[in-house]
Structure formats: C-alpha cells, structure tokens
C-alpha cells in the first residue's frame, strides 16, 4: 500500500479488506480468517470496536448504546457469551457534561439489558477541533463453548445451507442519515441498535443447526454475503422478495439511490443454518423481539469460486459485489 | 411501495418477457441511451429475461461518462485559484482527468464540497461571500433546468461571488452522430427523463431521417420489457416511429415551464464529448444576459487538450461500437475504487454497472 488514507478505507468494503491484510495483519502477524472477535487460549474469546457516529443522537440510540451493543454483537456472532467490556473516550475540550450524562446512561442500560459489565475505562480530552465532539472505543471479552469454534470460521458451511436474518435491513444506516439533517425530508425511521446475545443464545442452547454468524453492520448483508463466499470458496443464492425493508427505508432508498443490501445495521445478524434446520431455528428467533420479522434469505450453492447472486423481485438475475467507494461514512 | 412495486410485479414481467420471446423472428440491437437505464438494466436483471437474439447496448447518456478530460483539467485548474471553492455533484469528483481528480485536489488541500443540487451551491456562495463558489454544471436537459433555476435564483438574489462551470449538453446531437457514424443498431430506448422535460418530439428526427424505431422509457423493469416489446414491434412491422412508452411522465411537448428557463438562461454551444470529440451545438453555455455567473468572468485558466489513456476503450462504448467486456483492462486494473475511465466511475457508467451486477462476468 502506498498514497495517503481515504475515508474508502474506512467503510467496510475492498479497501478496508486490503488496509487490514496488507497492513495490520502483516505487520501485526495475524492469520486468517478474519472473525469478528479472537478466539485466544481456551475459550476466552476478544475483540474491539472503536465508534465515530455522526451525530451522537439519533432516534432509536445513541453513541454510547451503539458501543456496548457493537461489541456485544461482536462476541455474540462469534458463538461467545459476552461477559465484561472495557470502553475508552476522546472527548472534545467544551463537550456538554449534560450530553456525556446521558450518553452513558444509555451505555449503563445497554451494559444491564445484554448482561454485560463494564470493568474498566480511559478518558482523554483534546483541545477544541482535534476531535470532533466525541469517540469511544469499546473492547469486549466472551466465553465461548470450544466444541462450537466452527460458528466464527464457517468451516462446516456446505451447499445447500440455508442463510437467515432476524429483520429488516438499512433502518440505522437511515435514522443516522435522518438525524444528520442533511436530507430535506424526516422519516420515521429508528436505528435497530440492540444486543442480540440473549436471542442469539436461546438460538444455540435449543439446537445444532448454526453453522456461522456474522452481524450485518458497516457493508450491510452485501458485504458480509461476499465475505462469506470468499471464506467458503462458495457461491451463493438470496431472493431479493424474501429479504423484509421496511417501507421507508425503500422510499429513502429509492429517492437517494441506496441499495438497502449495503446500509449498515446495528441489531441484525446473518445466520447459516444447516439444511433441514432453518425452520427450528427461525422459530427460535422469532419468538424474540428482536427476531420477530426473521426470514429465511437464500442458500449456498455448489459453485466453486462463485459469486452472491440475486434472484431480483421481478425475476432478474445479478450479482452482489462487495460495496466499494464511499457510501455513508461515520455510521457506526 | 406504491407507484413502484405495480412496475417491479414478477407476473406481470414474466407475461411481458413471454411477450418478447413470442415476437422476436431476427436478431435486434436497442441502444438504451440513458445511463438512468443501463444502471436499471443491470440492477433488475433485465437480460437474464430477454431471449438471445436481442442485444442491448449503453449509450452515451451517463454525463459523467461523457464529460471530457479538459472539463475535469479546468475545474482542477480552478480549485488551485485562493479563495476558490468547487462545488459538484458527488461522481464527478473521482473521475481521473489528464493528472489529476478533483477528489486528489480536495486531499492536498484544495477545497472541493459535494452538493446535492446548484441550490445548496449557492447557499455555500451566501456564506461564505469572501470565497468564489464555482458549481460543476453537468447533465443532461434532464438537469440543466435546475440549474437555470439557481442561475435565476442568484441573479435575484444578487449573489455575486457565485458562478458556473458549464458542461451540459443536449442529447439529440449525440444520437444523432451514433446513427450517422454507423453503429449498427435497430432502435432507442430513448431517455425518459430528458423526454419529460423536452418532449418526445426532440427524436423525431431518427425515424424519419435515419429509421430509427424510438420508444421513450422509464426506469422500473416493466417499462423496460414492454419498451423492448414496442421496439421489436416497431421493426418486426418496418415502421419506425417515436413511441411514448413512459407516458405517467412524458408527453410529445414536454414541460413547457422548464423548457421556458432553459431557453432564458441558456444559449447552445459546441461541446466536446468523451469518445466523441467536438459536437456541435451539443452543449449549453450561459446566454450573453447571464454571462456575470459564467466562472471565466472573473478568471480564465489554460488546459490543454490530452489524449485519454489509450488501453481504455471508454469511447468505442460510449458510441456502442464495444462493449465492456471487451476491454482488456476492465476488471484487471480498472476497478469502481481505481478508475482509468469515466465509465467505470458513475453508478450510472456502462463499465460500473457491468462491475456490479453483471452475472457472467
């Protein structure tokens, strides 16, 4: 790699994959495949998140529920029971105390409703511009089953598997751009941020069937379709009808030419199901809140090196590339 | 999605496809003009659905794509004036001119902003009324009326630090130069929303003097198929003629409200085209009354006329003498993320949407 650092290496798709190859894990020594969290010695499993959203308020959260929620999620996908979280802040010189207040309520709650605990911190405050108004990085660690290693790497995926979400798609990515006031209209839309590790567990204590997790945020479902296929060597198949967006944000989308398979999501999981499994495990799901609106998307195919096709709602055929350029940056 | 999904109804395309494979008796070749419809065309999968014998091609109607490298080499050029802000449409700003993009200006300091529409340029131009705003006039007649309304708008409100860089251009030249330069082809699907604007009769022209079919289309899948039935039609019976296909939209006059401000604000001029080179009076300069907002009004820059990189074949695609498929770099050092050439930069660019949506790529 050589030129300066764009935002298009921050937004999830190709280039951020190529920063982390060429760089950290060279640098670093790191091995594949990229998981969502590290599986260390034993079953302790570790990761971490840093947060930048703009604007810190939005409707359906705010940045500090998204911090614990994200690393939440994070362990959780990976077959782990989130239990203790670490959080770092770099606060702008002249941040209202009264916004802080309630930025960590919010983190106090998320931390008690996904049964976590927030054990250790760093503050740091920079001068007026350095930082804009607020980040938080959040670092997370989880106890994971060994016998059920094989969630984070996909290893036992085979064709004919089944793919599903827990709902629709794209509402955080549009409540975050609603709030930034920068369209001409409001919509109702609120982010789905929420901890998905008690749905998630009630999912793998009642049954065998998961075979991979990996939550739908920065990229959306494209993303992560696409690098499921590169870790399997797969192709995949999803029906464009089965995928639930709720009305606005299509609206939205169809106004300001997004495609809600690529709008980053704050409490969705994508989910491979062994085949003949899917419909236990979509019971499971929708009898929690969170799950209610699951649905089963598409399947692995046996093609070799293949592509993520979509069977269009008009009966189309196309491919679903990993996202590239810069789509939304600052949504998580 | 009310007004969407009617247009998006698998029964009613799968009829609509039925319709085509039980007409077509030869081989047809449409051109969809619009890059409104190659993006549409890819992203519903609409050739999955059409039978073999039926070749779609891109045209030059994404502007992006056409806008030549000495229009990206002048806005460079201003954006290294103090004091000068560029404004533009968001593709525009990755696409590579002679050295340079607008996107690597912005990194080494130059200040380049994304604008939604000329109206949030000019909001920029009032404050910040020690800086020179300069917006990045692309589009077709599709565009080119917002742009009078902001012309107008700044001339009422008497913004003087605001002004145009001008690359809109006029779709019938350019059509007309495909059909007289002999690519072969049996119909348009024609742009449906240049045509809201101007009127189906602007393509009048191409059946009669070139026999042309033309069907005037919008944008969801079951425009597209039952435009591509009318074509087919229109040839099977040797009648070519111009059909108004998106008629919730379109009709044979157009809107005459913005074609009154295009006409006030703008004069015709000869443009230059990617893949084209000089066409003449395909393009819209300011008319003399609003020559204050004209960006050369307060400083004219020099560029020079290069050569575009020659292993791309933008050009041969732009007049639908290839396809992108063709092209020995497409996909093997030209990428949506590295462009070589504008077609692969906008969503709406024949290359792009090949990149990503295209099946047997």
Redo the contacts between chains.
Sequence with gaps: MSG?I?L?HGEG???THELIRDVFMKKFGMVEPLTDSAILEGSLVFTTDAYVVDPLFFPGGNIGKLAVCGTVNDLAVSGALPEYIACSFIIEEGFPVNDLLVIVDSMAEAAENAGVRIVAGDTKVVGKGKCDKMFITTSGTGMLDVAKKYISTGERIKPGDRLIINGSLGNHAIAVLGARKQLSFTTPVSSDCAPLNHMIGEVLNNCNGVLFMRDLTRGGLGGVLNELSEIMGNGIVINE?SIPVD?PV??VC?IL?FDPLYLANEGKVLIVSSKGMENQILDLLRQDPLGKDSAIIGEVTADKGG?V???????????I?MP??VQLPRIC | MKYIDEYRDKGLIAKLADMITASVRRDYTFMEVCGGHTAAIHRFGIPYLLPENIKLISGPGCPVCVTGTDFIDTAIAYSQIDDVIITTFGDLIRVPGSESSLEKMNESGSDVRIVFSGLDALEIAKQNPQKKVIFLGIGFETTAPATAVTIKQAEKENVGNFFLLSAHKVMPPAMETIVKDGTSLDGFICPGHVAAVTGSAIFDFLPEKYNTACVVTGFEPADLLQAILMLVKQVNSNNPEVEIQYNRAVTVNGNQEARQYLNEVFEYCNARWRGFGLIEDSGLKLAGKYERFNAGSFATVEVSIHEEDRRCICPEILRGLKEPGDCPIFAKSCFPENPVGACMVSPEGACNAWYKYKVSR
């Excluded at chain 1, 096709?309 to 491919?319: D, L, Q």
């Design positions: 300066n764009t298009n798709g190709r280039r009808s009305e299509r609206g169809e030419g592509k096709i979509i069977e269009t709602a008009s009966g189309g055929r196309r491919i590339d590239s350029g």
